[in-house]
T-cell receptor, first 114, second 114 residues
Framework: AQTVTQSQPEMSVQEAETVTLSCTYD???????LFWYKQPPSRQMILVIR??????QNATENRFSVNFQKAAKSFSLKISDSQLGDAAMYFC???????????FGGGTRVLVKP | KAGVTQTPRYLIKTRGQQVTLSCSPI?????VSWYQQTPGQGLQFLFE???????NKGNFPGRFSGRQFSNSRSEMNVSTLELGDSALYLC?????????????FGPGTRLTVT
């Protein structure tokens, strides 16, 4: 079974600074997708960024970028120029190539200090 | 385009009762997945429906069931409620079944069992 691990329960960052969230996963599949979701206090899950395992190039979405290390099964998220609105729970998620089932990590709470 | 809607948003039930939660996907989306979120267990996959058929099921007891209607709306039912069923239940929809299709989450239904 696939597992996703987020080792940092909470991270704090100063506004305008950079923070990196860690995620490792375990799978025997060769084709899969990885995601970072943001869950603000409203509880609405929002997709931040996605990475296809077959793509070597790291995904980037504005201030959000990932460092995907397939061999190490590592998938970290970097938030640059942190803003107050970035404060939320961040979940790393795995999905096999077939189907829609998401396997989530335990989450990392990001606090942004003004 | 309207997002995923879930009703009711909040629900309080007593142990032993049953409950039905509803999810209306984004117009045109045919795949619906359900997740349970608790502080202790995190986000766990319940089941996935596509074209009125259950495609995948998570590791939950038979008290948890679901269905999908011809208009893609989905319901999940929990019978003989237990205190441990208190959770945020999230629904996600995607255009079709398959990993290349992004999943969009609803705001969730907060169920409290007393």
């Amino acid at each position: 079974a696939q597992t996703v691990t987020q080792s940092q329960p909470e991270m704090s960052v100063q506004e305008a600074e950079t923070v990196t969230l860690s995620c490792t996963y375990d799978t025997s599949e060769s084709d899969y997708y990885l995601f970072w979701y943001k869950q603000p206090p409203s509880r609405q899950m929002i997709l931040v960024i996605r990475q296809e395992a077959y793509k070597q190039q790291n995904a980037t979405e504005n201030r959000f970028s990932v460092n995907f290390q397939k061999a190490a099964k590592s998938f970290s998220l970097k938030i640059s120029d942190s803003q107050l609105g970035d404060a939320a729970m961040y979940f790393c998620a795995y999905k096999a190539a077939a189907g829609n089932k998401l396997t989530f990590g335990g989450g990392t709470r990001v606090l942004v200090k003004p | 385009k309207a997002g995923v809607t879930q009703t009711p948003r909040y629900l309080i039930k007593t142990r032993g009762q049953q409950v039905t939660l509803s999810c209306s996907p984004i117009s045109g989306h045919r795949s619906v997945s359900w997740y349970q979120q608790t502080p202790g267990q995190g986000l766990q996959f319940l089941f996935e429906y596509f074209s009125e058929t259950q495609r995948n099921k998570g590791n939950f007891p038979g008290r948890f069931s679901g269905r999908q209607f011809s208009n893609s709306r989905s319901e999940m039912n929990v019978s003989t409620l237990e205190l441990g069923d208190s959770a945020l239940y999230l629904c996600a929809s995607s255009l079709l079944a398959g990993s290349q299709y992004e999943q969009y989450f609803g705001p969730g239904t907060r169920l409290t069992v007393t």
